[in-house]
Nanobody
């Protein structure tokens, strides 16, 4: 059974930082590329970072240069260090495979005030 658990969100002011964490089922990391997604209110859920199995992370333009993703395959965990946060980063953040599994975790809410 797929398990995805995100944590670390919170309310911060613009310019501040947060570190998100994800714990996933043991088999996912070794079988799939992993990713961070986010969904802002009223918008679609978008992939923002891809962590390939054997290559460096790939960042979408809105987060490039501000977010840094990492993963620990042995522990089936990954992290997303977010710096210089902006109000438009406000969203619920999820981890999943790329492409995603049919199951999603509960996500973790990030709210950035101006």
């Amino acid at each position: 059974q797929v398990q995805l658990v995100e944590s670390g969100g919170g309310l911060v002011q613009a310019g501040e930082s947060l570190r998100l964490s994800c714990a996933a089922s043991g088999s996912l990391f070794s079988r799939f590329a992993m990713g961070w997604y986010r969904q802002a209110p009223g918008k679609t859920r978008d992939l923002i970072v891809t962590l390939p199995r054997g290559d460096r992370p790939y960042y979408k333009d809105p987060v490039k240069g501000r977010f840094t993703a990492s993963k620990n395959t042995a522990e089936s965990t990954m992290a997303l260090q977010m710096t210089d946060l902006r109000p438009d980063d406000t969203a619920t953040y999820y981890c999943n495979t790329v492409p995603p599994q049919n199951y999603w975790g509960q996500g973790t809410q990030v709210t950035v005030s101006s």
